[in-house]
């Protein structure tokens, strides 16, 4: 144990690009990327067949793609000005290149909320 503590006392001496430096030679070593260990972890411990199936039980970030306008094209536009804060224009853009992402990284409460909004309007949405 006391080579653990004197081990995060060295980790938390070190600098933000010395960490990042450790994070690119330890994904490098062991052959994993930054994101990859939280399901390596995961796996293991979810045993044999329930593996697979765990990453889907914790998503909890969502992407709304926003698929088609639907008929009231100007109500989807001031939507997706109050989602996302964009200007008239790149709100126009974004409805009329659909199908594009609405928002990205969301919470499954603010997915939801999204959706229903622009689907109130007539659009097609997708949350992925």
């Known amino acids: 144990m006391g080579d653990l503590a004197k081990l995060v006392d060295e980790l938390s001496s070190l600098t933000v ?17 930054a994101a990859a260990p939280v399901t390596v972890a995961a796996a293991p411990a979810a045993g044999g067949a329930a593996a697979p199936a765990a990453p889907a039980e914790e998503q909890t970030e ?7 306008a639907g008929d009231k094209k100007i109500n989807v536009i001031k939507e997706i000005r109050t989602i996302t804060g964009l200007g008239l224009k ?4 974004l409805v009329e290149g659909a199908p594009k992402t609405v928002k990205e990284g969301v919470n499954k ?6 959706r229903k909004v622009l689907e109130e309007q007539g659009a097609t949405v997708e949350v992925k």
């Open 90 to 93: 790149e709100a126009k853009d």
């Open 109 to 114: 409460d603010e997915a939801a909320k999204i």
């Open 17 to 33: 690009l010395e960490a990042a430096e450790l994070s690119k030679l330890l994904e490098s070593k062991w052959g994993v990327s």
């Open 62 to 68: 969502f992407t709304v793609i926003l698929a088609k």
